[in-house]
């Protein structure tokens, strides 16, 4: 190959990136973040029932979003199964998840025992509106409704026990 073909080739891929950086900046432009109010959603449940953000105003709210094709997000649901058994009488955790039907869920929440909390974003709306562009990803609510963290990639029940320990002040 010639070095023209290459340098065009190169060219046109650093091209693609920037479009897709730009337009995914763009998408982001109205998202919540640290230090913001969080946004009402409106997400049902497995069984239908719909859960609001503002009927827990006055307790800490985890948002964690997920996928069940998500290898990092299988790999870290032990851990958030752990500390949901431990602190959910402190923090209601939400598994957020992410653009897929409610039977695939409810076969992984069987296969897995699951006892956590899934919501359903079939839209990926709720996720754009907090920010949200990968899984897995952790939003941390204040018990006034502001966002105080964000965390990408997987967590530990360790690493959520620090963070609720500095939002109680202990």
């Known amino acids: 190959m010639n070095k023209k073909v290459i340098q065009t080739v ?68 032990p851990e958030l199964e752990r500390f949901n058994d431990e602190f959910k009488d402190e923090v209601q955790l939400f598994v957020v998840v992410k653009g897929e039907t409610q039977n695939t869920v409810r076969k992984y929440v069987d296969e897995k025992q699951s006892k956590k909390s899934y919501l359903f974003d079939f839209t990926n709306s709720i996720s754009r509106k907090f920010g949200v562009i990968g899984q897995p990803e952790t939003i941390v609510i204040n018990e006034d409704g502001i966002i105080v963290d964000h965390f990408i990639g997987g967590v530990t029940r360790d690493f959520l026990g620090v963070v609720l320990n500095e939002i109680k002040g202990r």
């Open 10 to 77: 190169v060219l046109v891929f650093v091209i693609g990136i920037l479009i897709t950086m730009v337009l995914g900046l763009r998408s982001q432009g109205s998202a919540v973040g640290i230090g913001d109010e969080a946004y009402d959603f409106e997400l049902q449940d497995l069984e239908g029932n719909v859960h609001r953000l503002s009927d827990y105003k006055g307790k800490v709210v985890m948002l964690n979003f997920f996928a069940t094709w998500c290898s990092a997000c299988v790999a870290e649901a």
